[in-house]
């Protein structure tokens, strides 16, 4: 009875054996992708069986690397796909980036004409006004000056009046 049970586990394995072999060939045929999951499932077989079996396992990795299908005289590989499937994603990470960075600058300039258009903002000839400035507090210094030195001129013209004043009442 063992002897049967056996022969019983061995021709169900054989079966199983034949489904993948023939599944695997079916994908291939079809150039369709080729993966462990997809291969059980379609072949009716739990995953570890193909791990379990070393020389299907092989198969199945020897007909994941052969060229799928033949695009414009090139072979395209699940190799390849992965590679430009990287590169792509890169390129759209350094997009979203630059995109980040203008979206920001052109933020910045839009505030900075909404500030200047509602007059809240600094005029834009501040540089001129800032020289302006200047020259008029150099003006009132200077004003400053000329009328600090009237009023001494004013104060020894009425020192001199007094004395004179005083002179002739004397006199």
């Known amino acids: 009875m063992s002897n049967a049970m056996i022969n019983g586990r061995r ?19 079809a150039g369709e992708e080729i993966s462990i999951s997809a ?16 020389d299907l396992l092989a198969q199945i990795h020897a007909a994941q690397a052969q060229p ?26 350094r997009q979203a980036s630059r995109v980040r960075q203008l979206e920001k600058k052109l933020s910045e300039l ?3 004409h909404a500030w200047r258009e509602s007059g809240l903002g600094a005029p834009d000839d501040i540089d001129q006004l800032k020289r302006r400035i ?3 507090e150099q003006e009132v210094v200077d004003l400053k000056d000329v009328l600090t030195e009237r009023d001494q001129e004013l104060d020894a013209a009425r020192g001199a009046n007094r004395d004179l004043i005083s002179q002739l009442n004397r006199s």
């Open 11 to 29: 021709a169900d394995s054989a079966r199983r054996r034949q489904r993948v072999i023939k599944t695997l060939n079916t994908t291939v045929a």
């Open 110 to 112: 839009m505030g900075d």
């Open 134 to 136: 200047t020259e008029l």
């Open 39 to 54: 291969l059980a499932r379609q072949a009716g077989v739990d995953r570890s069986f193909l791990y379990r079996h070393a």
């Open 68 to 93: 799928a299908k033949t695009v414009g005289g090139s072979s395209v590989t699940m190799t390849s796909l992965q590679a430009d499937l990287v590169n792509a994603q890169d390129r759209a990470n």
